[in-house]
């Protein structure tokens, strides 16, 4: 069948850039198609931006051409707002797209929205840029080398099989944890912040600390799952706490946020080696940080809530529960948890609950005595659903693409 006009407009145009009437019929481009452009752009690439859509690990999916074939349009419906966008389908399943004159927020509201839908399930690794996330935007006036070189390398890779891997056993968990009191695990650290959303722009309310265990993995146990077995991951959690605490003691006084949370053991939190932590670091900060505790271990160790709440006083270290869904306050009160921080989890059940349920959550996050953080927010509707349920922290990727790109929270 021949082409259409609009399919001849975009092919026909010197750079194959121009955005046509209508999003329905442009031409996707493949692997080729993509290097040339980008070659012509490097004369002219100020003002073109480009996004690479990891979505190769999902091309062994059964669904995944149907997949493909939505995602193209959901960009194509976006990209078609600007001065000139093409889209191309590479040969390994990754998603390449070029644009001008399309806002920040939409772009990231687009690919946050494409995170919650087609890479449903999936956790993030690190990916060929070095960072941990399912896409990468560039402006091309200053990032074109680094996209050629990410694009060319996904083209070259081996394609790779992922399996499930066995649980550790005891014995190994027992060497994993020799090894880790020995061991400098920063590299294994991580950090995301937690950001109050009270101002039109978003600002660091305080520094999550945490260990990556796919990089634990990695290091001590390739062929292996760490978190398979639980009773064997607690044993491990405790010196990995230990780890931690050893490894950013050194630096974190450094950091200019207003303060700082470690993800912890209840039990951890309750050692000598927390209080030494503690006492090692400057006097500038004290009560700047937070313990986080999940919530399955709390419940666990409820038989020490008062000691908790005594020990976080003497202390004077704000406890957060970390971990909440919103289906656990038909188990738990918000009202009666008395500690300084909440994590609830944001979840697309939660606009499609029953209206009782939806009520009883509105009831109990109006009643809480704790400063409520909503985590997990990928998508533009979580940062709408917290705006509406009047709580002020967030955290997730999204608030940390609107916190960089220094865009308002105009929800």
């Given at each position: 069948?021949?082409?259409?006009?609009?399919?001849?407009?975009?092919?026909?145009?010197?750079?194959?850039?121009?955005?046509?009437?209508?999003?329905?019929?442009?031409?996707?481009?493949g692997?080729?198609?993509?290097?040339?452009?980008?070659?012509?752009?490097r004369?002219?690439?100020?003002?073109?931006?480009?996004?690479?859509?990891?979505?190769?690990p999902?091309?062994?999916?059964?669904?995944?051409?149907?997949?493909?074939?939505?995602a193209?349009?959901?960009?194509?419906?976006?990209?078609v707002?600007?001065?000139?966008?093409?889209?191309?389908?590479?040969?390994?399943?990754?998603?390449?797209?070029?644009y001008s004159?399309?806002?920040?927020?939409?772009?990231?509201?687009?690919?946050?929205?494409?995170?919650?839908?087609?890479?449903?399930?999936?956790?993030?690794?690190?990916?060929?840029?070095?960072?941990?996330?399912?896409?990468?935007?560039?402006?091309?006036?200053?990032?074109?080398?680094?996209?050629?070189?990410?694009?060319?390398?996904?083209?070259?890779?081996?394609?790779?099989?992922?399996?499930?891997?066995?649980?550790?056993?005891?014995?190994?968990?027992?060497?994993?944890?020799?090894?880790?009191?020995?061991?400098?695990?920063?590299?294994?650290?991580?950090?995301?912040?937690?950001?109050?959303?009270?101002?039109?722009?978003?600002?660091?309310?305080?520094?999550?600390?945490?260990?990556?265990?796919?990089?634990?993995?990695?290091?001590?146990?390739?062929?292996r799952?760490i978190?398979?077995?639980?009773?064997?991951?607690?044993?491990?959690?405790?010196?990995?706490?230990?780890?931690?605490?050893?490894?950013?003691?050194?630096?974190?006084?450094?950091?200019?946020?207003?303060?700082?949370?470690?993800?912890?053991?209840?039990?951890?939190?309750?050692?000598?080696?927390?209080?030494?932590?503690?006492?090692?670091?400057?006097?500038?900060?004290?009560?700047k940080?937070?313990?986080?505790?999940?919530?399955?271990?709390?419940?666990?160790?409820?038989?020490?809530?008062?000691?908790?709440?005594?020990?976080?006083?003497?202390?004077?270290?704000?406890?957060?529960?970390?971990?909440?869904?919103?289906?656990?306050?038909?188990?738990?009160?918000?009202?009666?948890?008395?500690?300084?921080?909440?994590?609830?989890?944001?979840?697309?059940?939660?606009?499609?609950?029953?209206?009782?349920?939806?009520?009883?959550?509105?009831?109990?996050?109006?009643?809480?005595?704790?400063?409520?953080?909503?985590?997990?927010?990928?998508?533009?509707?979580?940062?709408?659903?917290?705006?509406?349920?009047?709580?002020?922290?967030?955290?997730?990727?999204?608030?940390?693409?609107?916190?960089?790109?220094?865009?308002?929270?105009?929800?």
């Amino acid at each position: 069948m021949p082409p259409t006009s609009v399919e001849n407009e975009a092919v026909n145009n010197p750079k194959g850039l121009k955005v046509p009437r209508t999003a329905a019929t442009v031409h996707v481009g493949g692997d080729r198609e993509l290097l040339v452009d980008l070659a012509k752009l490097r004369k002219s690439s100020v003002g073109w931006r480009a996004v690479h859509l990891l979505t190769s690990p999902l091309s062994r999916r059964k669904s995944f051409a149907g997949d493909l074939i939505s995602a193209n349009e959901i960009i194509m419906a976006v990209l078609v707002t600007g001065a000139g966008y093409k889209v191309y389908n590479l040969a390994n399943g990754d998603i390449v797209f070029t644009y001008s004159q399309v806002a920040t927020p939409a772009i990231v509201a687009l690919c946050t929205s494409l995170e919650t839908t087609i890479f449903d399930g999936v956790t993030p690794i690190k990916n060929i840029y070095g960072e941990y996330g399912h896409y990468k935007l560039f402006d091309l006036a200053r990032d074109m080398p680094k996209l050629i070189e990410g694009v060319r390398t996904v083209l070259s890779a081996e394609p790779q099989q992922t399996a499930i891997k066995p649980p550790i056993g005891p014995k190994h968990a027992v060497l994993i944890s020799e090894k880790l009191r020995g061991s400098n695990i920063r590299a294994l650290v991580f950090n995301q912040p937690i950001y109050n959303i009270t101002h039109e722009k978003p600002s660091i309310e305080f520094l999550e600390f945490y260990t990556s265990i796919a990089e634990l993995e990695k290091a001590f146990a390739p062929d292996r799952s760490i978190a398979a077995n639980p009773w064997l991951f607690n044993l491990i959690k405790r010196e990995l706490d230990v780890a931690l605490m050893r490894s950013i003691h050194r630096e974190i006084a450094d950091y200019r946020h207003k303060a700082f949370s470690l993800n912890l053991l209840v039990d951890s939190f309750m050692s000598d080696g927390f209080r030494a932590f503690l006492q090692a670091l400057p006097v500038k900060l004290g009560g700047k940080v937070y313990a986080e505790l999940e919530r399955a271990d709390l419940v666990q160790h409820s038989h020490l809530l008062l000691d908790l709440l005594e020990r976080a006083r003497q202390l004077d270290v704000p406890i957060c529960i970390d971990g909440l869904s919103h289906h656990d306050i038909h188990l738990m009160r918000l009202a009666d948890l008395r500690f300084s921080f909440i994590k609830l989890k944001w979840d697309q059940d939660i606009t499609s609950a029953p209206p009782a349920d939806v009520a009883l959550l509105v009831k109990e996050l109006k009643s809480a005595n704790s400063r409520i953080i909503l985590t997990r927010c990928d998508s533009p509707k979580s940062l709408s659903f917290a705006r509406a349920m009047g709580i002020n922290y967030v955290q997730g990727r999204l608030a940390d693409e609107y916190f960089r790109t220094g865009e308002t929270l105009d929800l």
